[in-house]
Every structure is written in C-alpha cells, then in structure tokens.
C-alpha cells in the first residue's frame, strides 16, 4: 500500500472538512442539487469521451494509486546480475529452472532460455511494453480529464444558479441563500479536481515511470545475458539507469 496516498487524501479531505465545521455548521455545505450538477456532469464527460471498457476499469485504475507495491530498482538488478551467472556457470538453459516472481521478467528469462535470437526478444518484449504504456496512459488521461471536467462543470452549475437567483431578485432574503448554493458547484468541482483528481493522475504518473523503467532495465539486461556477457559487465551497464548515489561501487562487487 502506499501510504503517502492514503495519508495525503486523508490530510487534504481532512483540512477542508475541519476548516468547514471551524467556520459554521457542515450542512451549509452540503446540497444534493450542486452535487448533482458536478459529479453528475463530471461522470458523464468520462462516459462521452472514452469506452466503456476504459470506464469500467476507473476504480482499478484510481485504486492502483493507493494499493501500489513499491519496487526497488536495484533489487531488479541483482536479479538479473544472479540470472547472468547462472547462465555463465551453467548455460543460458539453466535458466528455465530458475524461478522468477515478476511476470515481465519471467517472460524474459523464457524467451532467452528458449535460445530466442535477440531481435525477436526485443520485439516481443517492447510489444508488451508498449502495450503496458499504452494502458497506463488511458488511465492517466482519464484522471486528468476529471481534473479539467470538475472545475469545468463547477463553473456551469454556479452560472446556472446565478440565473436562478438573479430571477429572483424581487425577494432581497433568498439572494443570500442563493448566491451560497450556487457557489457550492465551484466548490465541489475544485475538491474533486485539487483533491481526488490531479493529484492522482500525477501518483499514477509517477508509478507508470517506475513501471517502466523497470522493464527496460530487465529488457537490457536479459540482451545482455544471451549475448554472454560478464555478470558484472551487465551490472554497470544496467547501473546506469540508477541514480549516481545506488550505484554499486567496487566494494559491493566485491562483496556480491
């Protein structure tokens, strides 16, 4: 789970709910009509603009921001360095006995104990990467589509209530109340899209970089391994998609 998901909704929803109930009572912000309009709308944008697959799939791709396990680049590359002396001691063979958790990894580590030519594990390996980004950018865009919509549809529904009251202005009592329930809709579409929306799509982003970083790195170092090169060559080569400061120094190579 990643709790820095969890702890920033909590603290931002948090915030506003006590801000709310330190002003006045929390029923002056609630109006079934204003929510109505909003979310409503919002919803209904989401269904206009993309599948019904790609609907349906909301609430997976929204909960992937929460229920995320965090990878560790440099674990993947002592995998894969593990998997290239193994198949330098043994034979490239050996390797379909090793067992291998991540999926795109296993997938891998098959196609070079198949003894596949290079070219074609590239290809079908970036297929899948390729397919994988394809997904992860629909999930993306749908986020930020209701960041955009929920203000969008926030500013509708006070322009419609602005509208009603100004036909009433004949009662001075009721501008008030009016006036307060038509800002409501700016108000709810700004906490979804400053709350629930924007900042999600741009964990998912986050996440997707990850994601994919790692499946280069295995794409490389598994071409490194049926070309037979040195374990430690593939390791520096693959030490460069780390930060300077993971990189493995020669004291850890002596270590390992």
């Known amino acids: 789970m990643d709790i820095g998901t969890v702890i920033g ?3 931002a929803a948090g915030c506003v709910l006590f801000a709310i ?3 006045g009572a929390l029923t002056m912000f609630i109006d079934v009509s204003s929510m109505l309009m909003v979310m409503g709308g919002v919803l209904g944008a989401v269904f206009i603009k993309w599948p019904i697959e790609d609907v349906k799939s909301l609430a997976k791709i929204y909960l992937k921001s929460i229920f995320f396990t965090s990878m560790d680049p440099k674990e993947t590359i002592i995998e894969i360095q593990n998997l290239a002396e193994t198949a330098r001691k043994e034979s490239i063979f050996a390797l379909e006995k090793v067992e ?4 795109f990894m296993k997938k891998a580590v098959q196609l070079a104990a198949d003894n596949r030519p290079p070219d074609i594990i590239t290809s079908i390996l970036q297929l899948e990467i390729d397919a994988m980004d394809d997904r992860h950018k629909r999930g993306i865009n ?4 209701i960041g955009t919509d929920g ?3 926030g500013m509708i529904g006070t322009l419609v209530g602005l509208v009603q009251m100004l036909q009433n202005l004949s009662d001075p009592s009721a501008i008030g109340p009016a006036m307060a329930v038509a800002l409501l809709t700016t108000f709810y579409g700004a906490i979804i899209a400053n709350i629930f929306a924007a900042p999600i799509a741009n964990k998912l982003k ?3 970089e990850i994601e994919m970083n790692k499946m280069d790195i295995i794409l490389a170092g598994v071409l ?3 070309a037979g090169e040195n374990p430690r060559v593939i390791r520096e080569k693959l030490d460069s998609f780390l930060p300077p400061a993971q990189r493995a120094s ?3 190579d002596e270590r390992e």
Do not use: N, Q, Y
Request: charge should be negative; charged fraction near 25%; glycine fraction near 12%.
């Open 224 to 226: 490194g391994i049926v």
């Open 151 to 153: 203000p969008a549809f």
């Open 100 to 103: 291998v958790k991540d999926s």
């Open 9 to 11: 909704l909590s603290l």
């Open 142 to 145: 749908i986020m930020e589509g």
């Open 206 to 208: 986050i996440r997707h």
């Open 250 to 252: 020669s004291e850890d």
């Open 21 to 23: 109930v330190l002003g």
